[in-house]
């Protein structure tokens, strides 16, 4: 692995809340003595042997499910995923084959969403265009091309908590007798490319109990994004609350530092964001924008925002910029640094809007808001003027990053 991808593995793991889950007792407390912290205190570790625990469970089909509906099936595969975490997203380009290969000779699979969508950081939704609601769910299941239902627990969590699910994914394989064979990761690599793989480890438990043979290893240790409990919510709150008294800086710019910054001689993808305090639009789409600037935070990306209101107005700027708690996210001050740049709110100086025109974007009309996606090396990938669809902004700058890091 590259240095640059393994700077971006060691951010997802952070990005994730990563838990690579050691091999722990049949039941857990979630005291501050377990080996797993943090956990629900009516948590259940499933043991090899144990009995597929029931569930009744909304399916994004519209159906509701209980594990009676897949009664039939020789073999059950239970897998908890999520829309958000790259360690799902890599997982599914192995899990689809499986299923497609294996259905016929008797495999049937289920997915469960194990997270409430209030209990998912901001910053954790870099690596994917949906958070994990039950909506958005149906939306990443059909991007994703799922073949199999898609149950969603976030309300309860009960079925996450009784079967012990720790991450996404998590996979549970029963016998005949929904008797549990498999319980742990669905293979060995955390990227997408199936080459990574080298113990593929939930492919061998099916193709094991589909022979009548053993698991050759019955349990290994679940490695992706922790589950996200509801219980953890009152957290978030006081990270989003730390964000809003965060400082906000502003500085100004002529048109040669415009200029140096749509070069974009940086790993980042840039946004930069021309806007003003009288421009109804740009006003609008502000809270937007700094949303998506804490999102992506992880990755490597960020927005700049160019203020293009009269330089005498800086203390009006400012305030605005305040209110709507426009700070620059940490990683991206580190990365500021190294520039030799402090701050990502800028208000340009200078007098001529066609300097300033011919610095960021030649093709740029004239009208605000004016926003660009820089590539590194400067190359413009999506411009828009006039108010922002910033879903498709989003969209745009995930294409750009990639739903992956790649080794």
């Known amino acids: 692995m590259n240095s640059s991808a393994f700077r971006l593995a060691l951010l997802t793991l952070s990005a994730?809340?990563?838990?690579?889950?050691?091999?722990?007792?049949?039941?857990?407390?979630?005291?501050?003595?377990?080996?797993?912290?943090?956990?629900?205190?009516?948590?259940?570790?499933?043991?090899?042997?144990?009995?597929?625990?029931?569930?009744?469970?909304?399916?994004?089909?519209?159906?509701?499910y209980t594990l009676a509906d897949f009664k039939?099936?020789?073999?059950?595969?239970?897998?908890?995923?999520?829309?958000?975490?790259?360690?799902?997203?890599?997982?599914?380009?192995?899990?689809?084959?499986?299923?497609?290969?294996?259905?016929?000779?008797?495999?049937?699979?289920?997915?469960?969403?194990?997270?409430?969508?209030?209990?998912?950081?901001?910053?954790?939704?870099?690596?994917?265009?949906?958070?994990?609601?039950?909506?958005?769910?149906?939306?990443?299941?059909?991007?994703?091309?799922?073949?199999?239902?898609?149950?969603?627990?976030?309300?309860?969590q009960a079925t996450a908590k009784a079967y012990g699910c720790l991450a996404t994914p998590h996979v549970f394989v029963f016998d005949r007798d929904r008797k549990l064979r498999y319980a742990g990761r669905?293979?060995?690599?955390?990227?997408?490319?199936?080459?990574?793989?080298?113990?593929?480890?939930?492919?061998?438990?099916?193709?094991?109990?589909?022979?009548?043979?053993?698991?050759?290893?019955?349990?290994?240790?679940?490695?992706?994004?922790?589950?996200?409990?509801?219980?953890?919510?009152?957290?978030?709150?006081?990270?989003?609350?730390?964000?809003?008294?965060?400082?906000?800086?502003?500085?100004?710019?002529?048109a040669a530092g415009v200029a140096a910054l749509a070069q974009n001689k940086t790993e980042k993808v840039r946004v930069i964001n021309v806007w003003a305090t009288w421009c109804a639009p740009c006003v609008q789409e502000f809270p937007a924008l700094v949303a998506l600037s804490r999102r992506l935070n992880n990755r490597d990306f960020e927005i700049v925002t160019l203020s293009i209101d009269d330089p005498k107005e800086q203390p009006k700027v400012l305030k605005f910029l305040e209110a709507r708690h426009a700070a620059t996210p940490n990683r991206t001050k580190r990365s500021l640094q190294r520039e030799g740049r402090a701050t990502n709110n800028y208000l340009y100086a200078g007098a001529s809007t066609d300097a300033l025109a011919q610095a960021l974007d030649p093709a740029w009309t004239g009208p605000v808001p004016h926003?660009?996606?820089?590539?590194?090396?400067?190359?413009?990938?999506?411009?828009?003027?006039?108010?922002?669809?910033?879903?498709?902004?989003?969209?745009?700058a995930l294409e750009a990053l990639g739903p992956f890091y790649q080794p």
């Open 186 to 254: 669905f293979d060995d690599s955390r990227f997408a490319d199936a080459a990574t793989v080298t113990s593929p480890d939930t492919r061998n438990a099916v193709e094991a109990l589909l022979a009548g043979k053993p698991v050759p290893v019955p349990m290994t240790r679940p490695m992706g994004c922790s589950t996200k409990w509801l219980f953890k919510k009152a957290a978030l709150a006081a990270i989003d609350e730390k964000w809003t008294n965060e400082p906000v800086t502003l500085e100004t710019i002529d």
């Open 16 to 64: 994730c809340g990563l838990l690579f889950a050691a091999d722990a007792p049949k039941a857990v407390k979630g005291s501050g003595e377990d080996l797993e912290k943090g956990l629900p205190p009516d948590f259940h570790r499933l043991a090899i042997g144990d009995a597929a625990p029931d569930f009744k469970l909304p399916g994004i089909d519209g159906r509701t």
């Open 72 to 156: 039939t099936a020789p073999l059950l595969m239970v897998v908890f995923l999520s829309n958000h975490c790259p360690y799902s997203h890599a997982a599914e380009t192995r899990l689809l084959p499986l299923v497609a290969a294996m259905k016929p000779r008797g495999l049937a699979v289920v997915a469960i969403n194990p997270n409430h969508p209030d209990a998912v950081g901001v910053g954790e939704l870099g690596y994917s265009k949906y958070n994990d609601s039950f909506d958005e769910m149906k939306l990443y299941a059909k991007d994703a091309g799922f073949t199999f239902p898609y149950l969603y627990d976030g309300e309860t």
């Open 371 to 396: 926003t660009v996606i820089l590539a590194p090396g400067g190359k413009v990938l999506y411009r828009r003027t006039g108010q922002l669809d910033v879903e498709e902004l989003k969209n745009k």
